[in-house]
């Protein structure tokens, strides 16, 4: 009887030794795989998601009026595998440490994740296109100082590319443009036309 009560005191006064989930918040581990999530600021809608899936949680659809698209992750399909995440060019498919997902059955097929991305104009033609996310735009042209981030990551990839050209243009001297294209000998004839 001693040994039981010197338990329950030690126990009274140290607190429960057991996690307190489902009344209390409980111990999540960083690592976790919760569920699978897209951040819209960073998706160019390229489907290296969709393609990699394995369980074909994710779709990616135009809008009808051609104004943008919408990614769309299922949950109760969702393998957790992750390879959405690994392929993902711009780092915009993440998984969540968010393990909370009890759902009634009836609710199993209306439970998504949706987002909708809409395209901006081209500051350069006027094309719809999705801008290149500006984390990305800071790190491609990092290097590069002649060239404005915030200002190339608006323009489409045509324009973009006129705009290297324009930057990196190559003009020739004018002793090269002046030469013929084949010399010819001392000794040589021109050509006839028989």
């Keep these: 009887m001693a040994g039981f009560l010197k338990v329950l005191f030690r126990n009274l006064l140290e607190g429960p030794s057991t996690d307190p989930f489902p009344l209390g918040e409980t111990f999540t581990p960083a690592r976790l795989r919760g569920r699978a999530v897209v951040d819209p600021e960073l998706c160019m809608g390229c489907g290296m998601c969709r393609y990699s899936c394995a369980a074909g949680a994710i779709n990616i659809s135009q809008l009808p009026d051609g104004?943008?698209?919408?990614?769309?992750?299922?949950?109760?399909?969702?393998?957790?595998?992750?390879?959405?995440?690994?392929?993902?060019?711009?780092?915009?498919?993440?998984?969540?440490?968010?393990?909370?997902?009890?759902?009634?059955?009836?609710?199993?097929?209306?439970?998504?994740?949706?987002?909708?991305?809409?395209?901006?104009?081209?500051?350069?033609?006027?094309?719809?296109?999705?801008?290149?996310?500006?984390?990305?735009?800071?790190?491609l042209y990092a290097e590069n100082t002649d060239v404005d981030p915030e200002q190339i990551r608006h323009l489409c990839p045509s324009c973009r590319q006129l705009e290297d050209a324009k930057r990196s243009a190559c003009v020739l001297p004018r002793s090269a443009a002046a030469k013929p294209a084949v010399e010819q000998g001392p000794g040589a004839s021109a050509p006839t036309n028989e």
């Design 67 to 139: 104004s943008g698209y919408t990614i769309t992750i299922w949950p109760n399909s969702c393998c957790l595998c992750a390879s959405c995440r690994h392929y993902c060019p711009t780092g915009a498919m993440s998984i969540s440490n968010d393990w909370h997902s009890a759902h009634l059955e009836t609710d199993k097929f209306t439970r998504v994740e949706q987002k909708t991305i809409k395209y901006e104009p081209c500051a350069g033609c006027g094309k719809l296109m999705r801008p290149i996310p500006a984390v990305l735009a800071q790190k």
